[in-house]
C-alpha cells in the first residue's frame, strides 16, 4: 500500500520534469508540426496515387519517415534523457531502485522500457506495412501490355 502511495503521489512531480525537460510548449509545437506535415504527405501521396506513381511513393515515404523518426528517434531518446536526469525522483517511486543484491536495478527496468517502446514501434510499423499492402495491391499501369518474360537475356 506505501508504494501506490509513493508512486501516485510522484505521478505529478515527474509530471512537471517531463514537461520542463522537452521544453514545454516548444516540443508539442514540435509534435504538432510533425503530426502536420506526416498528415499532408499522407495525404498527397494517396490523392497522386494514380496519376503521379513515383512522386506519390516519395511524398509517402517522407511520411513514413517522419513517423520513424518520431518512434525510433525522439520518444526513446526522450525517456532515456528524463530517466537518466530525473533519477533521484524516479529511483525508489516510479522505477525500483537496488532489489537486494542488483545494485543496477534502476537501469534494467529504464532499459527494458526502452527496449518495450522498440518493440512497440516494430509491430506497429509491421502492421502498417502489411494493411497498406493489403490496401494498395500493386498493380501495372493499364497501358503495360508486355508479355511475361522468361529464361535469360535477348
Known amino acids: ?20 525537460l522537452g521544453d ?19 495525404f498527397l501521396a494517396l490523392r497522386w496515387r494514380d496519376r503521379h ?4 511513393a516519395i511524398l509517402g515515404v517522407k511520411a513514413g519517415f517522419i513517423a520513424f523518426w518520431l518512434v525510433f528517434g525522439m520518444i526513446p531518446s526522450g525517456w532515456m534523457f528524463f530517466a537518466d536526469g ?5 529511483e525508489g517511486t ?10 543496477d536495478a534502476y ?7 526502452t527496449v518495450g517502446l522498440m518493440g512497440v514501434g516494430i509491430i506497429a510499423f509491421g502492421v502498417a506495412a502489411v494493411w497498406l499492402q493489403k490496401r494498395f495491391p500493386r498493380s501495372a499501369s493499364p497501358d503495360d501490355d508486355r508479355e511475361p518474360v522468361t529464361g535469360g537475356y535477348r
Open 86 to 90: 530525473e533519477r533521484d525522483l524516479l
Open 1 to 20: 500500500m506505501e508504494f501506490a502511495e509513493q508512486f501516485f503521489g510522484a505521478l505529478p512531480e515527474a509530471g512537471r520534469a517531463l514537461w520542463e
Open 53 to 56: 506513381g513515383w512522386l506519390s
Open 107 to 113: 537501469e534494467v527496468v529504464r532499459d527494458l522500457v
Open 24 to 42: 514545454g510548449w516548444r516540443t508539442v509545437g514540435v509534435l504538432i508540426g510533425a503530426f502536420v506535415l506526416m498528415a499532408v504527405f499522407g
Open 94 to 103: 516510479l522505477l525500483p531502485g537496488p532489489i537486494g543484491p542488483f545494485e
